[in-house]
T-cell receptor, first 112, second 115 residues
Framework: QKEVEQNSGPLSVPEGAIASLNCTYS??????FFWYRQYSGKSPELIMS????GDKEDGRFTAQLNKASQYVSLLIRDSQPSDSATYLC????????????FGKGTHLIIQP | GAVVSQHPSRVICKSGTSVKIECRSL??????MFWYRQFPKQSLMLMAT?????????EQGVEKDKFLINHASLTLSTLTVTSAHPEDSSFYIC???????????FGSGTQLSVL
């Protein structure tokens, strides 16, 4: 099993709807998780981080972590066309500074 | 959030030449920086971990003699692609850990095109 897996998409969601992005991970990357947004030709931008089981909300974004099932998800409410991008799920195994392991990313398209 | 500056943003070079990419942490000290490479429609792949004052740690399959990393100060790491070839054409991105060490902030990336 790859360490961090995502469905590459594209995932098409109508404007105003909820976009749901999912990610599964292996045992090696089970400590901290991050969602990054990456526009084409640009570097990733941190959207959310989550370290413990449950939900974490920040504006229109909600990250969900379920360690028992080894998945982490990102919900985007009231989707906007500007949310169209590739969303990268990442995790790392240590508590200190360490290179992240990234999933391949899910390409999200918000249809006006 | 923390700011990481990367330069240049784009470089085109001839095969066989060397290219240096700089990564700076502007408002914090970064003892550790990371270099990633991303091919089109692929994920970011960690190339190496750059440690201030010591040798870099390279991931399996990454040639340390080809991708030279220097981390001479707490705010600057450089990646030099030596004797670049067309297959080295890629998007190179550096990152550094912010306060607390768990969040990574990325530079703007360097698109390298080797002719």
């Amino acid at each position: 099993q790859k360490e961090v897996e995502q469905n590459s998409g594209p995932l098409s969601v109508p404007e105003g709807a909820i976009a749901s992005l999912n990610c599964t991970y292996s045992d090696r990357v089970s400590q901290s998780f991050f969602w990054y947004r990456q526009y084409s030709g640009k570097s990733p931008e941190l959207i959310m981080s989550i370290y413990s089981n449950g939900d974490k909300e920040d504006g229109r974004f909600t990250a969900q972590l379920n360690k028992a099932s080894q998945y982490v998800s990102l919900l985007i409410r009231d989707s906007q066309p500007s949310d169209s991008a590739t969303y990268l799920c990442a995790g790392h195994s240590g508590g200190g500074a360490d290179g992240l392991t990234f999933g391949k990313g899910t390409h999200l398209i918000i249809q006006p | 959030g923390a700011v990481v500056s990367q330069h240049p943003s784009r470089v085109i070079c001839k095969s066989g030449t060397s290219v240096k990419i700089e990564c700076r942490s502007l408002d914090f000290q970064a003892t550790t920086m990371f270099w990633y490479r991303q091919f089109p429609k692929q994920s970011l792949m960690l190339m190496a971990t750059s440690n201030e004052g010591s040798k870099a740690t390279y991931e399996q399959g990454v040639e340390k003699d080809k991708f030279l990393i220097n981390h001479a100060s707490l705010t600057l790491s450089t990646l030099t692609v030596t004797s670049a070839h067309p297959e080295d054409s890629s998007f190179y991105i550096c990152s550094a850990a912010g306060t607390g060490g768990r969040k990574l902030f990325f530079g703007s990336g360097t698109q390298l095109s080797v002719l």
